[in-house]
Protein backbone atom coordinates (compact mmCIF):
# COMPACT_ATOMS: atom_id res chain seq x y z
CA UNK A 1 0.00 0.00 0.00
CA UNK A 2 3.09 2.38 1.02
CA UNK A 3 4.47 1.99 -2.66
CA UNK A 4 1.59 2.17 -4.28
CA UNK A 5 0.88 5.37 -2.68
CA UNK A 6 3.90 6.81 -3.47
CA UNK A 7 4.10 6.01 -6.83
CA UNK A 8 0.26 7.66 -7.07
CA UNK A 9 1.96 10.79 -5.52
CA UNK A 10 4.84 10.83 -7.71
CA UNK A 11 2.27 10.75 -11.02
CA UNK A 12 0.20 13.39 -9.70
CA UNK A 13 3.58 15.65 -9.06
CA UNK A 14 4.67 14.89 -12.79
CA UNK A 15 1.39 15.91 -14.15
CA UNK A 16 1.20 19.52 -12.31
CA UNK A 17 4.51 19.93 -13.19
CA UNK A 18 3.96 18.87 -16.77
CA UNK A 19 0.53 21.64 -16.69
CA UNK A 20 3.12 24.30 -15.21
CA UNK A 21 5.51 24.15 -17.74
CA UNK A 22 3.09 24.39 -20.30
CA UNK A 23 1.07 27.56 -18.96
CA UNK A 24 4.94 28.82 -18.90
CA UNK A 25 5.14 28.47 -22.61
CA UNK A 26 1.37 30.25 -23.65
CA UNK A 27 2.94 33.02 -21.61
CA UNK A 28 6.45 33.61 -22.90
CA UNK A 29 4.84 32.87 -26.73
CA UNK A 30 2.25 36.27 -26.22
CA UNK A 31 3.04 39.91 -25.69
CA UNK A 32 1.03 40.55 -21.85
CA UNK A 33 -2.06 39.28 -22.13
CA UNK A 34 -3.13 39.50 -25.43
CA UNK A 35 -3.38 36.40 -27.61
CA UNK A 36 -2.71 35.35 -31.12
CA UNK A 37 -3.46 37.48 -33.69
CA UNK A 38 -6.60 37.14 -36.14
CA UNK A 39 -6.09 38.29 -39.57
CA UNK A 40 -9.25 40.51 -40.94
CA UNK A 41 -9.79 42.79 -43.70
CA UNK A 42 -10.45 45.95 -42.11
CA UNK A 43 -6.90 47.56 -43.28
CA UNK A 44 -8.22 46.74 -47.06
CA UNK A 45 -11.59 47.90 -46.83
CA UNK A 46 -10.57 51.04 -45.47
CA UNK A 47 -7.85 52.12 -48.46
CA UNK A 48 -11.04 50.92 -50.77
CA UNK A 49 -13.54 52.95 -49.18
CA UNK A 50 -10.80 55.99 -49.39
CA UNK A 51 -9.61 55.99 -52.66
CA UNK A 52 -13.98 55.28 -53.98
CA UNK A 53 -13.89 58.79 -52.00
CA UNK A 54 -11.19 60.68 -53.41
CA UNK A 55 -12.51 59.48 -56.90
CA UNK A 56 -16.12 60.45 -56.09
CA UNK A 57 -14.70 63.96 -54.57
CA UNK A 58 -12.88 64.35 -57.70
CA UNK A 59 -15.77 63.79 -60.00
CA UNK A 60 -17.73 66.28 -58.26
CA UNK A 61 -15.08 68.95 -58.55
CA UNK A 62 -15.50 67.96 -62.35
CA UNK A 63 -19.46 68.17 -62.95
CA UNK A 64 -18.77 71.64 -61.23
CA UNK A 65 -16.19 73.01 -63.36
CA UNK A 66 -18.41 71.70 -66.86
CA UNK A 67 -21.43 73.38 -65.30
CA UNK A 68 -19.79 76.72 -64.60
CA UNK A 69 -18.10 76.73 -67.69
CA UNK A 70 -21.63 76.11 -69.99
CA UNK A 71 -23.40 78.73 -67.77
CA UNK A 72 -20.31 80.77 -68.35
CA UNK A 73 -20.58 80.43 -72.16
CA UNK A 74 -24.46 80.69 -72.12
CA UNK A 75 -24.08 83.94 -69.77
CA UNK A 76 -21.24 85.51 -72.47
CA UNK A 77 -23.75 84.80 -75.61
CA UNK A 78 -26.67 86.07 -73.97
CA UNK A 79 -24.55 89.46 -73.07
CA UNK A 80 -24.00 89.84 -75.96
CA UNK A 81 -27.72 89.21 -77.25
CA UNK A 82 -28.91 92.10 -74.89
CA UNK A 83 -26.20 94.52 -75.59
CA UNK A 84 -27.11 94.77 -78.88
CA UNK A 85 -30.40 95.15 -78.11
CA UNK A 86 -30.37 97.83 -75.13
CA UNK A 87 -31.08 101.32 -76.40
CA UNK A 88 -28.70 103.81 -76.04
CA UNK A 89 -30.49 107.26 -74.43
CA UNK A 90 -28.90 109.41 -76.93
CA UNK A 91 -30.07 107.69 -80.13
CA UNK A 92 -32.86 110.05 -81.60
CA UNK A 93 -35.63 108.82 -84.47
CA UNK A 94 -34.61 108.03 -87.53
CA UNK A 95 -30.81 107.18 -86.67
CA UNK A 96 -31.56 104.63 -83.86
CA UNK A 97 -31.98 101.63 -86.24
CA UNK A 98 -28.84 102.48 -88.40
CA UNK A 99 -27.10 103.02 -84.76
CA UNK A 100 -28.07 99.34 -83.61
CA UNK A 101 -27.39 97.96 -87.21
CA UNK A 102 -23.98 98.99 -86.94
CA UNK A 103 -23.63 97.58 -83.40
CA UNK A 104 -23.13 93.34 -85.73
CA UNK A 105 -20.17 92.06 -87.05
CA UNK A 106 -21.10 93.61 -90.36
CA UNK A 107 -23.68 96.72 -90.68
CA UNK A 108 -25.80 95.63 -93.13
CA UNK A 109 -29.28 98.06 -93.71
CA UNK A 110 -31.50 94.96 -94.38
CA UNK A 111 -30.82 93.66 -91.01
CA UNK A 112 -33.85 93.71 -88.67
CA UNK A 113 -34.05 94.89 -84.95
CA UNK A 114 -35.62 92.27 -82.76
CA UNK A 115 -36.27 93.88 -79.80
CA UNK A 116 -36.48 90.96 -77.53
CA UNK A 117 -33.57 89.19 -78.84
CA UNK A 118 -32.73 88.66 -74.96
CA UNK A 119 -35.95 86.36 -74.87
CA UNK A 120 -34.42 84.12 -77.93
CA UNK A 121 -33.47 80.24 -77.44
CA UNK A 122 -29.28 80.06 -77.84
CA UNK A 123 -28.33 76.47 -79.10
CA UNK A 124 -24.81 75.14 -80.05
CA UNK A 125 -21.94 76.62 -81.14
CA UNK A 126 -19.89 75.70 -84.19
CA UNK A 127 -16.19 76.08 -84.84
CA UNK A 128 -14.81 77.14 -87.75
CA UNK A 129 -10.97 76.34 -88.12
CA UNK A 130 -9.22 79.40 -90.31
CA UNK A 131 -5.75 77.92 -90.98
CA UNK A 132 -7.65 77.45 -95.09
CA UNK A 133 -7.76 81.33 -94.74
CA UNK A 134 -4.20 82.08 -93.23
CA UNK A 135 -2.64 79.85 -96.62
CA UNK A 136 -4.80 82.33 -98.35
CA UNK A 137 -3.68 85.19 -96.97
CA UNK A 138 0.00 83.97 -96.34
CA UNK A 139 2.86 85.51 -97.68
CA UNK A 140 2.76 84.15 -101.04
CA UNK A 141 -0.87 84.70 -101.01
CA UNK A 142 -2.75 87.77 -100.61
CA UNK A 143 -1.06 89.50 -97.48
CA UNK A 144 -1.17 93.52 -98.30
CA UNK A 145 -3.34 93.23 -100.55
CA UNK A 146 -6.65 95.44 -100.66
CA UNK A 147 -9.93 94.71 -102.62
CA UNK A 148 -10.65 97.00 -104.81
CA UNK A 149 -14.89 96.88 -104.35
CA UNK A 150 -15.90 98.22 -107.86
CA UNK A 151 -14.18 96.26 -109.91
CA UNK A 152 -13.67 93.12 -106.66
CA UNK A 153 -10.26 92.93 -107.84
CA UNK A 154 -7.36 92.22 -104.92
CA UNK A 155 -4.24 94.34 -105.96
CA UNK A 156 -0.79 94.98 -103.86
CA UNK A 157 -1.99 97.55 -100.82
CA UNK A 158 1.20 99.48 -102.60
CA UNK A 159 0.29 99.64 -106.16
CA UNK A 160 -3.47 100.79 -104.98
CA UNK A 161 -3.12 104.03 -106.40
CA UNK A 162 -1.70 102.65 -109.45
CA UNK A 163 -4.01 100.32 -110.33
CA UNK A 164 -7.28 103.00 -110.01
CA UNK A 165 -5.46 105.14 -112.38
CA UNK A 166 -5.06 102.05 -115.09
CA UNK A 167 -9.03 101.11 -114.66
CA UNK A 168 -9.77 104.70 -115.42
CA UNK A 169 -7.98 105.02 -118.83
CA UNK A 170 -8.34 101.00 -119.76
CA UNK A 171 -8.28 101.01 -123.95
CA UNK A 172 -11.22 99.60 -125.01
CA UNK A 173 -12.03 95.30 -125.11
CA UNK A 174 -9.76 95.31 -122.45
CA UNK A 175 -10.60 93.68 -119.22
CA UNK A 176 -10.22 94.86 -115.78
CA UNK A 177 -7.42 92.02 -115.14
CA UNK A 178 -5.63 92.26 -118.77
CA UNK A 179 -5.24 96.22 -118.29
CA UNK A 180 -3.48 95.81 -114.88
CA UNK A 181 -1.39 93.39 -116.14
CA UNK A 182 -0.40 95.68 -119.08
CA UNK A 183 0.92 98.18 -116.55
CA UNK A 184 2.40 95.71 -114.33
CA UNK A 185 0.05 94.97 -111.63
CA UNK A 186 -1.08 91.25 -110.81
CA UNK A 187 -4.77 91.57 -110.16
CA UNK A 188 -7.10 88.09 -107.95
CA UNK A 189 -10.63 88.02 -108.38
CA UNK A 190 -12.65 88.24 -105.73
CA UNK A 191 -14.32 85.15 -105.72
CA UNK A 192 -11.30 83.67 -106.67
CA UNK A 193 -10.78 83.12 -102.53
CA UNK A 194 -13.57 80.50 -102.42
CA UNK A 195 -12.00 78.52 -104.60
CA UNK A 196 -8.43 78.61 -102.35
CA UNK A 197 -10.53 77.75 -99.36
CA UNK A 198 -12.10 75.02 -101.24
CA UNK A 199 -8.56 73.51 -102.08
CA UNK A 200 -6.99 74.34 -99.08
CA UNK A 201 -9.36 71.97 -97.14
CA UNK A 202 -12.12 74.33 -96.01
CA UNK A 203 -15.77 73.30 -96.23
CA UNK A 204 -18.38 75.13 -98.85
CA UNK A 205 -20.76 76.55 -95.68
CA UNK A 206 -17.58 77.72 -93.97
CA UNK A 207 -16.31 79.44 -97.10
CA UNK A 208 -19.04 81.22 -97.67
CA UNK A 209 -19.60 82.67 -94.33
CA UNK A 210 -15.88 83.85 -94.69
CA UNK A 211 -16.98 85.39 -97.91
CA UNK A 212 -19.92 86.96 -96.57
CA UNK A 213 -17.20 88.30 -94.12
CA UNK A 214 -15.21 89.84 -97.13
CA UNK A 215 -17.44 90.95 -98.44
CA UNK A 216 -19.09 93.25 -96.28
CA UNK A 217 -18.74 96.75 -94.54
CA UNK A 218 -18.25 96.99 -91.05
CA UNK A 219 -19.79 100.04 -91.08
CA UNK A 220 -22.19 102.20 -93.10
CA UNK A 221 -19.49 104.98 -94.51
CA UNK A 222 -17.94 101.65 -96.11
CA UNK A 223 -15.13 100.63 -94.24
CA UNK A 224 -14.29 96.85 -93.64
CA UNK A 225 -11.62 96.30 -90.66
CA UNK A 226 -12.14 92.74 -90.44
CA UNK A 227 -11.06 92.35 -93.76
CA UNK A 228 -8.21 94.84 -93.41
CA UNK A 229 -7.12 92.51 -90.43
CA UNK A 230 -7.17 89.32 -92.62
CA UNK A 231 -5.32 91.04 -95.34
CA UNK A 232 -2.32 91.97 -92.16
CA UNK A 233 -2.33 88.36 -91.62
CA UNK A 234 -3.91 89.13 -88.17
CA UNK A 235 -6.10 85.80 -89.24
CA UNK A 236 -7.52 84.25 -85.74
CA UNK A 237 -6.77 80.43 -84.74
CA UNK A 238 -11.01 79.65 -85.45
CA UNK A 239 -14.35 81.92 -85.14
CA UNK A 240 -17.51 79.99 -83.35
CA UNK A 241 -21.28 80.46 -84.16
CA UNK A 242 -23.60 80.34 -82.01
CA UNK A 243 -27.32 79.90 -83.23
CA UNK A 244 -30.44 81.36 -81.83
CA UNK A 245 -34.13 81.24 -83.25
CA UNK A 246 -37.29 83.22 -81.38
CA UNK A 247 -41.08 83.10 -82.55
CA UNK A 248 -42.40 85.91 -80.58
CA UNK A 249 -40.11 88.33 -81.83
CA UNK A 250 -41.14 92.55 -81.83
CA UNK A 251 -39.23 93.98 -84.67
CA UNK A 252 -38.70 97.87 -84.72
CA UNK A 253 -39.83 99.85 -87.56
CA UNK A 254 -39.76 103.62 -88.19
CA UNK A 255 -43.65 105.30 -87.95
CA UNK A 256 -43.27 108.58 -89.89
CA UNK A 257 -39.70 110.58 -88.90
CA UNK A 258 -40.02 110.50 -85.33
CA UNK A 259 -41.87 108.01 -83.62
CA UNK A 260 -40.98 103.78 -83.37
CA UNK A 261 -43.22 101.28 -83.46
CA UNK A 262 -43.15 97.23 -83.74
CA UNK A 263 -44.44 94.64 -85.67
CA UNK A 264 -45.38 91.60 -83.09
CA UNK A 265 -45.12 87.82 -83.02
CA UNK A 266 -41.96 87.44 -85.78
CA UNK A 267 -40.11 84.26 -86.34
CA UNK A 268 -36.79 84.94 -86.71
CA UNK A 269 -33.78 83.21 -86.53
CA UNK A 270 -29.98 83.79 -85.74
CA UNK A 271 -26.12 83.74 -85.20
CA UNK A 272 -23.70 85.15 -82.75
CA UNK A 273 -19.82 85.45 -84.16
CA UNK A 274 -16.66 85.18 -81.83
CA UNK A 275 -13.29 85.35 -82.86
CA UNK A 276 -10.85 83.22 -81.17
CA UNK A 277 -7.40 84.92 -81.16
CA UNK A 278 -8.23 88.54 -81.21
CA UNK A 279 -7.73 90.84 -78.55
CA UNK A 280 -7.99 94.46 -78.27
CA UNK A 281 -11.03 96.51 -79.34
CA UNK A 282 -12.03 97.70 -82.65
CA UNK A 283 -14.50 100.52 -83.52
CA UNK A 284 -17.24 99.90 -80.47
CA UNK A 285 -16.30 96.04 -80.27
CA UNK A 286 -14.38 94.09 -77.84
CA UNK A 287 -12.35 91.71 -79.72
CA UNK A 288 -12.32 88.77 -77.61
CA UNK A 289 -16.29 88.45 -77.13
CA UNK A 290 -19.48 87.36 -78.47
CA UNK A 291 -21.25 89.67 -80.67
CA UNK A 292 -24.50 89.73 -83.12
CA UNK A 293 -23.43 88.55 -87.13
CA UNK A 294 -26.87 88.65 -88.38
CA UNK A 295 -30.67 87.80 -87.70
CA UNK A 296 -33.25 86.58 -90.44
CA UNK A 297 -36.99 86.78 -90.03
CA UNK A 298 -39.13 84.09 -91.76
CA UNK A 299 -41.08 84.17 -95.03
CA UNK A 300 -45.16 83.96 -94.33
CA UNK A 301 -44.30 80.35 -95.29
CA UNK A 302 -41.95 80.19 -92.53
CA UNK A 303 -39.09 79.68 -94.50
CA UNK A 304 -35.40 81.55 -94.22
CA UNK A 305 -33.09 83.47 -97.17
CA UNK A 306 -30.44 80.66 -97.73
CA UNK A 307 -26.54 81.54 -98.46
CA UNK A 308 -23.61 83.09 -96.53
CA UNK A 309 -22.75 79.75 -94.68
CA UNK A 310 -26.09 79.11 -92.95
Known amino acids: LADAASKALKSESVKREEVAKEKKKRKEGAVGDIGPAILTNYGVEEAKNSRQWLLGLVAVVAVVLVVGLLFGMSSDRSHALKAFTEPDPTWRPPSRIQSQQERAWLADRALPIILNLDEATIGANRTISLAPLRQVFGDAGLKDHVLLSEQKLWVPAKARDNALE ?83 GRRLKLVGQNKYGSDEGITYRGRLMRMNGWTGAQGNKDLSRWHLLDVQVASRSGSFPEGRGW
Open 166 to 248: ALRSLPPNTTAIQGLQAKGIVAYPFDSIADSLSQNGMPERDAALVMHLLSGQTSFDGENWIRDRFAEGLIPESLEIAYFNGRE
